[in-house]
């Protein structure tokens, strides 16, 4: 079975500032790991994802995220933030093996003030 | 620009109605996935189909829900009768689910339903 654990329901951050959100999962098999980004009144948008490929993870809008098996970890980072990053984030799980259905974490509000 | 479409983007309906929301998935996918979000619960799975057919609904209620894929443009999401802990928001999504592959979900803008 997969779950995931986002630390912090709120994070806060003036512009420009480093954007940190953590996300910790459990995999019983090789995970493939996701962040998705949800804009207020829109559907969910996938960020990045790892695969087993590099653990170091480049995603849209200057986001990345790097895979720490040791840690059970999938934190996600922006060396500087931006106000249009305001949004909520979500960490997810699935097994690499066979066809598993995504498991999400109960998302991250990312509040950037001026 | 391919994108999952849902209608309708808002519900309001009074308790005891049923409800029917509807989701065209892109073109060419062949999974399709039902969530419910609201601010007590998050993000929960609802049911999902693989080529039609539906692999796991576990996370539906039963007694009321029900979801269907009459052809591969189109799945439905029912709920007969509504209530008021029905109210959420129903994000229907879909991805290219063969085994094994990191299958990305591509998600639509959601139905907010409102059960008075």
């Known amino acids: 079975a997969q779950s995931v654990t986002q630390l912090g329901s709120h994070v806060s951050v003036s512009e420009g500032a480093l954007v940190l959100l953590r996300c910790n999962y459990s995999?019983?098999?090789?995970?493939?790991l996701f962040w998705y980004v949800q804009y207020p009144n829109q559907g969910l948008q996938l960020l990045l994802k790892y695969t087993s490929a590099a653990t170091l993870v480049k995603g849209i809008n200057g986001f990345e995220a790097e895979f720490k098996k040791s840690e059970t970890s999938f934190h996600l980072t922006k060396p500087s933030a931006h106000m249009s990053d305001a949004a909520e984030y979500f960490c997810?799980?699935?097994?690499?093996?066979?066809?598993?259905?995504?498991?999400f974490g109960t998302g991250t509000r990312l509040l950037v003030s001026p | 620009d391919a994108r999952v479409t849902q209608t309708p983007r808002h519900k309001v309906t009074e308790m005891g109605q049923e409800v029917t929301m509807r989701c065209q998935p892109i073109?060419?996918?062949?999974?399709v996935f039902w969530y419910r979000q609201t601010m007590m619960q998050g993000l929960e799975l609802l049911a999902y189909f693989r080529n039609r057919a539906p692999l796991d609904d576990s996370g539906m209620p039963k007694d009321r829900f029900s979801a269907e894929m009459p052809d591969a443009t189109l799945a439905t999401l029912k709920i007969q009768p509504s209530e008021p802990r029905d109210s959420a928001v129903y994000f229907c999504?879909?991805?290219?689910?063969?085994?094994?592959?990191?299958?990305?979900?591509?998600f639509g803008p959601g139905t907010r339903l409102t059960v008075l």
């Open positions: 997810a799980v699935r097994g690499s093996t066979g066809f598993q259905k995504l498991v």
């Open positions: 995999s019983s098999v090789p995970p493939y």
């Open positions: 999504a879909s991805g290219s689910g063969a085994q094994g592959i990191s299958n990305e979900q591509f």
């Open positions: 073109l060419g996918h062949n999974t």
